[in-house]
């Protein structure tokens, strides 16, 4: 037997657990969230969300902005609420199939389509007026990449934390802030 087979072969009989797709464990300072990422439906994404996995890029970081039976977003500021450098902005996939659904991971952008970078949002309820509905930026959507297979009580814990307006930047801001510790792939 091949040793990757041997590996997965084993990490299957001792958890129980296959996945199909990349699956990451993002500890929050109010719990642990672990996300299935779609790599199927969502290759450029998800390879995008990933080299920030690996790079550790998101430790420290915090969530944002949050907004009540909306979504919860992080993934831009650290602490001390500065804006960490993201790589270059990636091709919008809003448009592969997956909607903007309860527990889903959908990648923040500005007004531009083609903008997501680092942030990332999840949202709290069915969102239907974020998925693709046409080619305009407005109409175009924000590309979903996975789905919470674990810990949603916590990104619900999350969406109900009180928020502050500290700035035009942070007017969503929690309060206590929460901070992400870690994202690695299972």
Known sequence: MKPLLLLVSCFVLLTGTAYAEPVVEMKTSLGTIQIELNEEKAPLTV?????????DFYDGTI???VI????????????SEKRKV???PIKNEADNGLKNRKGSIAMARTGVVDSATSQFFINLVDNDSLDHRGTSPREFGYAVF???????????????IKTIS??????????PQVVIESVRRL
């Open 86 to 88: 993201p790589a270059a």
């Open 68 to 79: 009540r039976n909306f979504m919860i977003q992080g993934g831009g500021f650290d602490q």
């Open 146 to 160: 996975g789905q919470v297979i674990d810990g949603m009580d916590v990104v619900e814990k999350i969406g109900k």
């Open 47 to 55: 390879k995008n969300f990933l080299q920030y996995v690996d790079m």
């Open 63 to 65: 969530y944002h902005r």
């Open 166 to 175: 500290k700035s035009s930047l942070f007017r969503d801001y929690p309060e």
